[in-house]
T-cell receptor, first 113, second 111 residues
Framework: GENVEQHPSTLSVQEGDSAVIKCTYSDSASNYFPWYKQELGKGPQLIIDIRSNVGEKKDQRIAVTLNKTAKHFSLHITETQPEDSAVYFC????????????FGAGTRLFVKA | NAGVTQTPKFQVLKTGQSMTLQCAQD?????MYWYRQDPGMGLRLIYY???????DKGEVPNGYNVSRLNKREFSLRLESAAPSQTSVYFC??????????FGPGTRLLVL
């Protein structure tokens, strides 16, 4: 079946460094790629998303890139801060009706002060 | 605009007891979902409802039932709770194929 692979499962960086999380999807019909941040004890929340007609999107310190040919998309966080420590999930979604959103397994990011 | 709300926030059950987890959204979304998240794990889909009046099984439906009461509400029922159902349960809603909005979660412990 369709799936989304996410790497790494755990990432530890020093405050101020950059962090990169990568995802690969299998469903070629996927056209919407959101990223969620889950803080301890809370539900996941959208932090940035990208659609298939765009190659890159940036919002302050976070950016997402998409390579549709290779079916890869990545989350980039620059100038990391301790409050960026959380679990990050990527997802791939196809707007074809019915359930077509598949989540990656998550990346636990630790930012060391 | 409260978004997605879930009740209860915490629950302790004994093996064999039943309970219903409630979820409501006020964003007029057609699709709603129930996930479970075990410690250190990702989200596993239990059931989903693409629209009012329809429900479908997800990845881990055994031991659960759902009801899409109306467009706003989607409940998850455990008929006979088992320790393996100890988990955090998240409800989410979305416009199909777009951003999912998650509730705060229900933490369930089955003894």
């Amino acid at each position: 079946g369709e799936n989304v692979e996410q790497h790494p499962s755990t990432l530890s960086v020093q405050e101020g460094d950059s962090a990169v999380i990568k995802c690969t999807y299998s469903d070629s019909a996927s056209n919407y790629f959101p990223w969620y941040k889950q803080e301890l004890g809370k539900g996941p929340q959208l932090i940035i998303d990208i659609r298939s007609n765009v190659g890159e999107k940036k919002d302050q310190r976070i950016a997402v890139t998409l390579n549709k040919t290779a079916k890869h998309f990545s989350l980039h966080i620059t100038e990391t801060q301790p409050e960026d420590s959380a679990v990050y999930f990527c997802a791939a979604s196809a707007n074809t009706g019915g359930f077509k959103t598949i989540f990656g397994a998550g990346t636990r990011l630790f930012v060391k002060a | 605009n409260a978004g997605v709300t879930q009740t209860p926030k915490f629950q302790v059950l004994k093996t064999g007891q039943s309970m219903t987890l409630q979820c409501a959204q006020d964003m007029n979304h057609n699709s709603m979902y129930w996930y479970r998240q075990d410690p250190g794990m990702g989200l596993r889909l239990i059931y989903y409802s693409a629209s009012e009046g329809t429900t479908d099984k997800g990845e881990v439906p055994n031991g659960y039932n759902v009801s899409r009461l109306n467009k706003r509400e989607f409940s998850l029922r455990l008929e006979s709770a088992a320790p393996s159902q100890t988990s955090v349960y998240f409800c989410a809603s979305e416009v199909v194929g777009e951003t999912q909005y998650f509730g705060p979660g229900t933490r369930l412990l089955v003894l």
